[in-house]
């Protein structure tokens, strides 16, 4: 199995790149925003815990995501692999995945990171508040928590994938295409 976790601050392209790497490689892509969202909208009770969380720009808690990956991932067990789009977030959260891949005899391939400047995320966030819908958008105070959230509880997970090796670093200003290109270089070389 090929199982990439797309790393990155809020409006890094996370969801954008997915959708072009999933074609290419054929993965099932595991979006835990999107499947809050999904919640969110159905007003199921997972959706409307996370809710409370998500308008203000912090993590749902681990327990709750966690259990609800688990069942998304053990859901797709003959998948040829996953994209995991904003998991992990946590350390707990890295540890946890490693567990229930390990069910499927598999594991992380590599963590590729979208490396965006802070004032860049936030331009690219405002643009999209104008047609996302995304409550999480429409505000920049909360825009600046989500990015301060990452910093101090997300950004320290890369270090779980360096000492295993499997971290890629990747310039995530550019053209859109010109990422995919460098993310798809990164797989195949790895
Ligand atoms: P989530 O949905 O994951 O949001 P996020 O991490 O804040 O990131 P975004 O989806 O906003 O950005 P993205 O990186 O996907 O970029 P995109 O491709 O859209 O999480 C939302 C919330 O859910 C969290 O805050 C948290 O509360 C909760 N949550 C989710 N996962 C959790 C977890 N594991 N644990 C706990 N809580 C969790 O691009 C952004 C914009 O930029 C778009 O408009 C796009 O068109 C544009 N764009 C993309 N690429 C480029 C480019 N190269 N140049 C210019 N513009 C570009
Ligand atoms: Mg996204």
């Known amino acids: 199995m090929l199982n990439i976790v797309l790393f990155g601050p809020p409006g890094a392209g996370k969801g ?3 959708e ?3 074609e290419k490689f054929n993965l099932v892509h595991l979006s835990t925003g999107d499947i809050f969202r999904y919640n ?3 007003e199921t009770e997972l959706g409307v815990l996370a ?3 998500i308008d203000k720009g912090q993590l749902v808690p681990d327990e709750v995501t966690i259990k609800m990956l688990r069942s998304e991932v053990l859901k ?3 998948a040829k692999g996953f994209i995991f789009d904003g998991f992990p977030r946590t350390n707990a959260q890295a540890e946890a995945l490693d567990a229930f891949l390990a069910v499927l005899n598999t594991s992380i ?3 590729a990171a979208l490396e965006v400047e802070e004032n860049e ?3 690219r966030l405002k643009k999209r508040a104008e047609v996302s819908g995304r409550s999480d958008d429409a505000d920049p105070e909360i825009i600046a928590n989500r990015i301060q959230v990452y910093k101090n509880e997300t950004a320290p997970v890369k270090e779980f994938y360096q000492t295993q090796n499997k971290f890629v670093s990747i310039d995530g200003v550019g053209s859109i295409d010109d990422i995919t ?3 798809f270089e990164a797989i195949t070389k790895f």
Do not use: A, H
């Open 181 to 183: 290109n460098r993310l």
């Open 109 to 111: 391939t590599l963590m």
């Open 16 to 18: 954008t790149q997915s």
């Open 76 to 78: 797709n067990e003959s």
């Open 40 to 42: 969110i909208k159905g």
């Open 51 to 53: 809710k409370s969380y």
């Open 121 to 123: 995320l936030k331009e």
């Open 20 to 22: 072009r790497l999933i």
